[in-house]
């Protein structure tokens, strides 16, 4: 795989009172009547809630932006609902003419530090409004996934629909340079699938193997090249941040990582100089490219590189 770092392409605008901080999740959709590149994602208000929004970019060449959302396209959910807390993008998909949006749901607590939980909305066009189908997560609780089921990506193959998502196995607390005084969730990579796009039936949870160094596997990505399905995410160690990595699979069960073959660098400074993670994979008429997050989980915006895979 040969990747060529391009730069950065959204840091938060900070011109509306809900886009104050992060540009988190990049999530490619192609147009093509438009002949537009769109890329969705949350931005946070001042008190940390997300909202959906997007921005539409040359297909050409992403680093030119041609429009930006003049307002949010998805809010945070009703007082009591799993995301009242804020709602984060992760994958967008067109079914039988309309346009899936399932996101990450947030609620904030006390003894844990929050759930998360993964909803869907449906819009008639890529353009909205997007609406909730209900106000319950898609993916509930299960006694083996307690507190975060979340981040779908979803593709359809074979007249089904797949889902690759995040789930907690629990908490542990941790303390040194890197996590600070605080639980953090120890947490793999589930398969599920659905013969609707809404109600999902698990196949196989911690498709991943983890090392010792590693307690979670975050935003995956799941795209399928040819006869090969490809599944990007992000890589997380105890004693470092967010790095990222790739598996690839013939069957969506049984996958090989190769993490060493996705070599994208944290800069020597700037907006991506400490971290890289939450990566999307587009392939746009021969044209592949690889949006990701950097410094403090998507804090600093989004940017893109080349790829070849």
Not at 10 to 24: E, G, R, S, T, V
Not at 214 to 229: A, C, H, I, S
Request: include cysteine; aromatic fraction near 16%; glycine fraction near 6%.
């Amino acid at each position: 795989m040969k990747v060529e770092k391009k730069g950065l392409i959204l840091a938060p605008l900070q011109d509306k009172w809900w886009n104050q901080h992060y540009c988190i999740l990049p999530t490619p959709l192609y147009i093509a009547e438009q002949d537009v590149l769109r890329i969705y994602y949350a931005t946070t208000c001042k008190d940390k809630f997300g909202r959906i929004t997007y921005v539409d970019v040359n297909p050409a060449n992403p680093a030119e932006i041609l429009k930006h959302s003049d307002d949010f396209i998805l809010d945070v959910g009703e007082d009591g609902t799993f995301d009242d807390c804020g709602v984060n993008v992760s994958s967008v998909i067109p079914i039988n003419g309309k346009y899936y949006m399932y996101y990450a749901g947030y609620q904030r607590h006390f003894k844990t530090p929050y759930s998360i939980f993964s909803g869907v909305a449906v819009a008639n066009s890529p353009d909205g409004p997007f609406e909730r189908i209900k106000r319950t997560s898609v993916l509930e609780r299960i006694d083996s996934e307690l507190s975060i089921r979340s981040a779908p990506t979803v593709i359809q193959h074979q007249g089904k629909y797949f889902m690759v998502y995040v789930a907690n196995s629990g908490w542990q607390f941790m303390n040194n340079d890197i996590y600070k005084e605080k639980k953090y969730p120890i947490y793999n990579l589930s398969l599920a699938q659905s013969n609707d796009a809404i109600n999902w039936e698990p196949i196989k949870k911690d498709i991943l193997f983890k090392s010792d160094a590693e307690f979670g596997f975050g935003r995956p990505y799941l795209v399928k090249e040819n006869d090969t399905f490809y599944l990007f995410y992000s890589v997380r160690q105890f004693n470092s941040p967010y790095k990222l990595g790739y598996a690839t699979s013939t069957d969506l069960i049984n996958w090989d990582r190769h993490d060493d073959g996705l070599v994208l660098e944290p800069s020597a400074s700037g907006w991506d100089s400490e971290m890289i993670c939450y990566s999307a994979y587009i392939n746009i008429n021969g044209k592949q490219y690889l949006f990701y997050n950097g410094n403090n989980n998507g804090f600093t915006g989004f940017g893109f590189a080349n790829i070849i895979i």
